[in-house]
């Protein structure tokens, strides 16, 4: 019987090759589109939680006033681990980690020129007892004392392949910024789901005097705190006794409110209110959303087998009446239809394995990962492959089984079977209508994403930001007196007389950038209380021009190396309640140490990305804190400027390795992860919509098989094949509009939650939905107009035929 029920499967998926390949079709790319976010889910849910003691590990983090409610930022002051380690028992371990992202990288040679590198990976310096805390196995060396010392480094099995050419480096040296570094160490690479992402580790103790030198009121994002509590202790009980620790080290001068809170280790990854080492945080809201788009996907899929299915079941009424006749029972029927499911879906997995990783090896490019199938370890993948198989097949073949199993065998055999004895056409009306629901939601989402991508593009930031390069300063200069005895001057002023230059300036940072530094200010006169947050603009005489930042009150600062006066931005002084710009100028702010003049006022421009509002600023000139020099270029002459410029710079910086980035470029990192979102939702609502047409197809085959009959009536009565397509496709329009009315609001919702992160936003208006559904109405009547024109134009003579 089981061969017997095998020939009968492999013959009707043969018979019926159009459905085949449509059912195979869409489970295919439903489960390939549902794997590859089931593996996305799964990297970014893993993130540190392969740690042994990841549930007694926590982070200290800073919380303080700011101008806008309150600030969060993941640094600690320096001092703060001493502290912590003494008034905290509770603490087994406390560890600090000071990071650089981006160093450069020297290793010595005896008799050559030394090897130099560009990390963009950067550094850490480090505690030893980081390696109590955090498993990194140390693959040769000790890891509790290989960072003891000064000027101890330990590094990660790739880089000592990559700087020496083998795996035994213990006693060789690297040279990072002006100091070497002796390898006590060797440590395995980091793992990819890790936010502590260091492969070069170096001791500390070399940098923790100058590190402490600024005291409690320094506070820098890179420089982070982990504490490694004792077993039975609770991170409440600390918590509870923060406030008291503030009280002691800051006393009546926390004007800020300055306070500290234990962050979990398994919040780090999905918290975005703070930075973590990879600079990226994955909300726990966005794996939620891509699990949902991951289980529509498959639903969708197996919608439009059951349509498909259950469209094509009265061809099949004859073969069940015969066998029902001839002593088939109903539960045999099921089991026959089932297996011809399961079939189909045992393929569509197998092709969607496949074509799985074939996409992975763009994806994991395009996302920066290193997903992949592991079917030889992964226990997650061969769960979610099996069960995916199993469910697709039940609910895609449990109830096309019992319908098709529930014809009457006397009907069946009369061929009587039509839309009146069929159950469940409001039911695949129904499910039609569920995944519109889906895929206008995702269009509306699509719609929102790429226009808040497209307002970001377009959104004026106050600034010139076209034809203008960013090239590094790698070495920090104290000012001299001599104004030609500095290196980056003298490079400023080289390169600004290049044909193709048409300005140089040299800053900290352009205006807008991810590296931000923030201050308290006071106006003369003002108590400390009266404090006031801004952030802080290094920049020399040329930068207002160069970046073209409108001037509306007094002058633009000196070229000077130290600062004689301050420049500020309008927000300034909208904080301090100054209506006029002029009334500001010449008032003194204290900052720095520095009691200065306000000598001009600046147009607000966006020193950080469109998430956050625009701060007070506070431009000055500080020749130590230059690290940029910005150049505006004539576009026709790039190549040759870019060749000038590179000559030059390694003539004055021949240890370092040259590099340069557009200034559009940089700002447009802002938003990378929006931009992948985009693109990668763009292609799943492609799928989803493509699957949904479908399930249209589905039921337009459903309707023209119903009806052949009644087309036929219709023609010889006079109808025309338009007034007939248009009867098709009416029904279809109304589960269109159905879909949308539940569809809208739900996104509309949704959308404005997620645009609620940025300060600077897209408004949702009536035209992206006229959009989602004119884009949705177009596609479907296309599809369906296919299968209503084909029906319409069957000859009137064979309708009337059909059986």
């Known amino acids: 019987m089981l061969r017997n029920y095998l020939k009968t499967a492999f013959r009707n998926l043969a018979r019926q090759k159009g459905t085949t390949l449509i059912n195979v079709s869409g489970l295919t790319l439903g489960i390939t589109c549902s794997l590859i976010l089931f593996l996305l889910v799964k990297h970014l849910s893993s993130f540190d939680n392969y740690h042994t003691n990841k549930d007694r590990i926590y982070r200290v983090v800073s919380n303080s006033d700011g101008n806008n409610g309150k600030s969060y930022t993941p640094g600690v002051p320096s001092v703060l681990p001493d502290a912590f380690r003494n008034d905290f028992p509770e603490a087994e371990e406390v560890t600090f980690t000071s990071y650089r992202s981006g160093a450069m990288i020297t290793i010595p040679q005896r008799n050559d020129v030394p090897k130099k590198y560009n990390e963009e990976a950067g550094v850490v310096f480090a505690q030893p007892n980081f390696f109590k805390i955090f498993d990194r196995k140390m693959l040769i060396g000790n890891a509790t004392k290989g960072l003891d010392d000064p000027n101890e480094a330990i590094i990660s099995l790739s880089l000592a392949k990559k700087y020496f050419g083998r795996e035994d480096v213990i006693g060789e040296i690297v040279k990072y910024d002006t100091m070497e570094y ?15 992402p260091f492969s070069l580790m170096l001791s500390y103790i070399t940098i923790k005097k100058a590190s402490e030198a600024n005291g409690w009121g320094s506070i820098w994002s890179d420089e982070h705190c982990y504490i490694l509590l004792k077993e039975g202790e609770h991170a409440s009980a600390i918590q509870s006794r923060i406030p008291a620790f503030v009280q002691k080290y800051y006393g009546d001068d926390n004007f800020s409110h300055q306070t500290f809170e234990l962050q979990p280790l398994q919040d780090l990854h999905f918290n975005n209110q703070y930075e973590t080492y990879t600079y990226s945080t994955s909300p726990k809201e966005t794996l939620v959303a891509l699990s949902i788009i991951a289980a529509f996907l498959i639903v969708t899929a197996c919608i439009n087998f059951i349509n498909l299915t259950t469209a094509e079941a009265i061809k099949r009424s004859k073969e069940v009446g015969i066998r029902k006749s001839l002593g088939s029972t109903r539960a045999q029927l099921i089991a026959q239809f089932l297996g011809e499911t399961t079939a189909i879906t045992v393929v569509a997995m197998l092709l ?182 801004a952030q802080v603009k290094l920049i020399d005489g040329n930068y207002i021009n160069l970046y073209d930042l409108k001037l509306i009150a007094g002058s633009g600062l000196e070229d000077l190396d130290t600062a004689r006066g301050f420049l500020v931005n309008e927000q300034l002084l909208k904080t301090s309640q100054i209506e006029n710009p002029q009334d500001i100028i010449g008032r003194k702010i204290r900052m720095w140490g520095k009691t200065l003049p306000v000598v001009g006022v600046v147009k607000n421009f966006h020193t950080v990305s469109l998430r956050s509002p625009i701060e007070p600023t506070i431009m000055l000139n500080d020749l130590e804190e230059y690290e940029t020099l910005s150049l505006k270029v004539n576009p026709a002459q790039f190549q040759n400027v870019i060749n000038e410029v590179k000559t030059k710079w390694e003539a004055a910086y021949p240890e370092h390795i040259f590099d340069y980035q557009f200034l559009d470029e940089h700002i447009r990192e802002f938003y990378e992860g ?130």
Request: with cysteine; charged share 20%; proline share 3%.
């Open 182 to 196: 002796k390898i006590t160490g060797i440590m395995e690479d980091h793992p990819n789901n890790t936010d502590l």
């Open 674 to 803: 929006e931009e992948r979102m985009s693109i990668m939702l763009t292609v799943f609502t492609s799928i989803a919509i493509f699957i949904g047409c479908l399930g249209l197809f589905g039921l337009a085959t459903f309707m023209a098989n119903q009806k052949t009959k009644e087309i036929g009536i219709r023609k010889v009565m006079g109808a025309s094949v338009e007034s007939i397509v248009v009867l098709f496709s009416k029904e279809f329009v109304k589960l269109i509009v159905l879909g949308f009315v539940i569809a809208a609001p739900l996104a509309w919702y949704i959308m404005n939650q997620y645009l609620n992160d940025f300060e600077y936003k897209i408004t949702i208006g009536v035209e992206i939905f006229g959009i989602a559904l004119g884009i949705t109405l177009s596609i479907a009547v296309l599809t369906v107009g296919y299968k209503s024109l084909k029906a319409a134009i069957l000859n009137p003579v064979k309708a009337l035929r059909y059986e």
């Open 352 to 533: 969607a394995l496949g074509l799985t990783q074939i996409t992975l090896s763009f994806l994991n490019t395009f996302l920066e990962l290193q997903l992949a199938l592991n079917f030889s370890s992964d226990g997650l993948l061969w769960a979610f492959i099996i069960g995916v198989t199993s469910v697709v097949a039940l609910l895609s073949g449990l109830y096309p089984a019992f319908v098709i199993s529930g014809y009457r065998p006397a009907l069946a055999l009369k061929n009587q079977i039509g839309n009146k004895n069929s159950s469940g056409y409001s039911l695949r009306r129904g499910l039609v209508v569920f995944q519109f629901v889906i895929s206008q939601f995702l269009i509306i989402g699509t719609i929102v994403l790429v226009s808040q991508m497209n307002y970001f593009k377009k959104k004026e930031l106050g600034f010139r930001k076209d034809a203008v390069v960013l090239v590094p300063i790698p070495v920090v200069e104290k000012p001299t007196f001599k104004k030609g005895a500095s290196k980056m001057r003298t490079l400023r002023e080289e390169v600004s007389v290049l044909p193709g230059v048409e300005l140089a300036s040299l800053s900290s940072t352009p205006p807008s950038s991810g590296s931000v530094s923030g201050t308290r200010f006071t106006f003369e006169g003002e108590e400390q209380k009266d404090r006031k947050r």
